[in-house]
């Protein structure tokens, strides 16, 4: 949901520089929320359970994807626009056939950082009725228990370099050859 958000968002303030900022700057305030607090916020609006911890998760997951976005795009060199437009390129083909593909690597690097973060932040949904691995822990602590901690702590740490890894396959699949770097 975070990247069907930020991605076009993202391409919308990167033609839109005089909002940019503003945009940028909110998701930026909501990231700067600490997590436990955001859901506690949401608790009064959505009740307890899974929609809570997913409307939190999503909004923690924006400004990661919005801000690589926006930077991928803005940062594709203008003489290659240029190059696109004075070979009668619109600008929606400029954006498909030039931007986009040039700024894959920014992106996707936003979406990794935002999955990772996700996952990490996705154990404090147990403070709000969604259970998870978040539960392990929260009794470990409780109980003074480190065998229980590692119990959640360590799937979860699994979990977030799994889809690290597998976004990153997905990252070197659909980068066009002429933009992957060569590491």
Excluded: H
Aim: hydrophobic share 50%.
């Amino acid at each position: 949901m975070a990247v069907i958000i930020s991605v076009p968002l993202g391409i919308y303030i990167s033609r839109k520089k005089k909002v940019a900022e503003f945009y940028i700057g909110v998701t930026a305030v909501f990231q700067t929320i600490p997590s436990l607090a955001l859901f506690g916020f949401l608790v009064p609006i959505l009740g307890i359970g899974t929609a809570t911890a997913l409307v939190a998760l999503i909004i923690y997951a924006l400004l990661p994807i919005l801000r690589n976005t926006y930077t991928g795009i803005t940062e594709v060199d203008e003489s290659i626009i240029e190059a696109g437009r004075g070979m009668g390129m619109t600008s929606r083909q400029i954006l498909w056939k030039i931007q986009l593909p040039l700024s894959l690597p920014f992106l996707m690097a936003g979406i990794r950082t935002a999955t990772v973060l996700t996952v990490g932040v996705a154990t404090l949904a147990t403070f709000v009725g969604a259970g998870g691995l978040g539960d392990v822990i929260w009794r470990g602590l409780q109980s003074w228990n480190n065998s229980l901690v590692l119990a959640g702590a360590i799937p979860v740490a699994g979990m977030a370099l799994f889809f690290d890894y597998i976004l990153r396959l997905v990252e070197k699949k659909v980068t066009p050859k002429g933009v992957k770097s060569s590491t």
